[in-house]
Each structure stands twice: as C-alpha cells, then as structure tokens.
C-alpha cells in the first residue's frame, strides 16, 4: 500500500493542535496518549498500523462539524473511523491526520414504519437496524459478513454489500436520505425519507466514497417486510468448474435468489470443523442457495433450482426443511472468516470481482496459482453478484 509522505510541520504541532481541539470540543472527546491510540491503530486489514497524530470522538453533529471547519483551516486532515471493520485500510490513520471516531454516535432516531424507514446515527451497527424492527416483521437487507459489528456510517462510505444483495441491491439501494459534515464543517441534508429525491444525486457521489468527500453523521435507511418464505439448498459439486458454471445457469434461467453463495473444499470443511453445518465434506465445490417470497413461489422456484443444478452435476442436494436447518446451513459460511482463521496462524483477505460467466476459469486460475506458489487458498464468496 502507497502511504503519502507526512507533513512533519502538522506533527511538530501536535501538542498545540491536541490543546486547540480540547477547546472545541469536551476534553475527555480528544485521545493523544499512545497507548489509548493503540485501539485505533489499523481496520480489518491489519497487516498496516499507523498511530493518527490524535483521536477525537465527538458527542454531536455540531462538535463535528467545528471539529471539521477548525481542522479545513488549520490544514489539518481528519480521517473518519466507524467501527473500523474495513478490509482495505479505509479506516488505517496516518500520522498527520485526526482519526474523527463515531463511536459515540450509537442511536436509533426514529423507526417510522409508515414510510419503512429507520434514521439512524453513523455508528449504529447493521444487525442493530433489523434487530429494531424484526418485532414487526421488517428488516434491513443489506448484510455485510460484519454486520454485527461494523456501522451503517462505514456501510454508507464502502456501499456494502452482502449475500442479499444479489435480490435487494446494496446500501446505495436501501438509502433514502443522509446528512453529512463537509470538509469546510457545513451541515447538509440529502435525500429523505422516500426514494428519488430531486435534484443532483448527491447521495449517490457520497455512497461509497470512503470518507474522502465528508463525514456520514446521519442515516435513513429504507425497511422491507420480511418474506413470508425463505427456504436454502445446500449444493455439493465435485469440481469447482461445474459449480462456477451453475451460478451463471441459475440467473441465466431467471431466477434471482435471495443469496447464492459459493465455497470450495478447503472452505467448506474449515466451516464445517467451526459450525457443523451438515456441508459434504468430500464436495469440492458447494453453492448456498437462498429462495424466499410467498410459499408457493418459493417450492416452485427450489424445485427448479434443483433440476438447473442436477444438470450442472451437483453430487448432493439438501433442502432445508426448517427455519432452524436454514440457519445452520448460513451458519457455516458466515462463520468462514474465523474459522479459517483456525486451519492457519495467519492469513490474507483478497476480494475481488468476478464476471458471473468467469467464474469456472476463475477457480481453475486460482487452483493452479495456489499449487505454483505453495500457498493454500480458501474461495468464499458472493457467487451470484460475482
Ligand atoms: C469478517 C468481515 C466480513 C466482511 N464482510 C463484508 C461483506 O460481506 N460485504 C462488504 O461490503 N464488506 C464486508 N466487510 C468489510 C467492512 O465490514 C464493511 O466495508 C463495512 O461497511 C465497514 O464499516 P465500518 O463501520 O467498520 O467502517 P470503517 O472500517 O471504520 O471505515 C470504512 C471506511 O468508511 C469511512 N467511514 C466510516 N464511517 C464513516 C462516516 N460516518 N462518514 C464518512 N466516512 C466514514 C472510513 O474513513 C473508511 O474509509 C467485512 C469485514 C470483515 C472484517
């Protein structure tokens, strides 16, 4: 990773800029002793550390907003931090620059079921939105691996994604209305709390922008009703060709699924030896199938998930025949981080976007790099989106 060269004069002002900021907002909200900065030192791709030149942790959107304006004209760089779950150094501090935490801003606003929307602060976590609203039958779609720990901030920042994605879109798709702290410290509001708000889609620039445009100090997040239905199939294949080639004959056939995730033998028994989810040990290949919607749709649609798949050449096929079996068949895959964690002292997390079509010449590449270079690699991943 290219880090850019620090400003030495910004650090050689550290003392004096920890003292101003102590005046702009509560002292207690400005961290500058190392081993506090410690806990703020990497993301999720922790192979980098950095200690930031200091941490604020601002209680409201004013104290961001001063925070922002002082450090614009005092040529300061503030980086933002959700939960700081990111895997691609989004979050990593540099030495001349605040690390703006937003911790503290843990609070749902507003649950309005009549425009099914939640308003949330940045540093509400994902699991935390559905958990909200799962009483009357709503959820939040999007579903990073990390939802229960990473923000809908940084959600909004990275445009996550995750298994529902493929059927239900991104955060960019479930957001209605946000509102941010510019760099200059300006507060705006954009979007609301229905779809398609007028004008220039500013929101749209600011999703996925990775903290580089403002700070996210506010969300509003679009619910849906929880299917009637939602039924999985757990597809063993015995090479990963044919079950590249699978996912593609699935959407080629129409179907959009809830999920379609995809993992292969390594994969697969690491998270079995972590969840005994009931995976084929012996596949080499096994593709996580989600179908949901009204009853009806939903026995018709395995059904025909099922024949696409014999076809391809699935050598087993298990339907859940419970809400308690389609959990554990998740429970595996959402399991896949920690558990490969445990078949290797250490490892690398590469993500990468696939056309569906590649798929197979994908997984055949990635078999022939890993034997050339003696390294073992564990494919899981969002199949149906690529
Ligand atoms: C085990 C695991 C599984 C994961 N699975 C997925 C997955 O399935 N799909 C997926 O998309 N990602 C996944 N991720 C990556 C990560 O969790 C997401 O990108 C998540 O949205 C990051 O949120 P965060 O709160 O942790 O943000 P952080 O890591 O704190 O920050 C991420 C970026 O957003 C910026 N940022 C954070 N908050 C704000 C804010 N309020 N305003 C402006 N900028 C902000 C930061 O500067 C940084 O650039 C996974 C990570 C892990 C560790």
Redesign the pocket.
Known sequence: MHMPEPDNDVIERRDEICATLRTIIPADCVIDSIESMRAFDS??LSAYRQLPLAVVLPETVDQIADVMKWCHQNGVKV?????????SG??LPLADAVLLG?GKFNKILDIDYDNRCVVAQ?GVTNLSITNAVEDHGFYYAPD???QIA??V???V??N???VHCLKYGLTTNNLLGIEIVTIEGEILRLGGKHLDAGDYDLMGIMTGS??LL???SEVTLRILQKPATRRALLVGFEDTTSAGKAVGDVIGAGIIPAGMEMMDGLAINAAEDFANAGYPRSAAALIIVELDGPEVEVDTLIDRVEVIMKNAGASSIKVSQSEEERTLFWAGRKSA?PAVGRISPDYMCMDGTIPRRRLPDMMIRMASLSQKYGLRVANVFHAGDG
């Open positions: 993301d999720g980086v933002p931090r959700g939960a700081g779950t990111s895997l989004g979050a937003l940045p990073p691996s990390s990473c923000s901030g940084g959600n920042a990275e996550s994604g995750g990775e903290g403002g700070i996210v981080f």
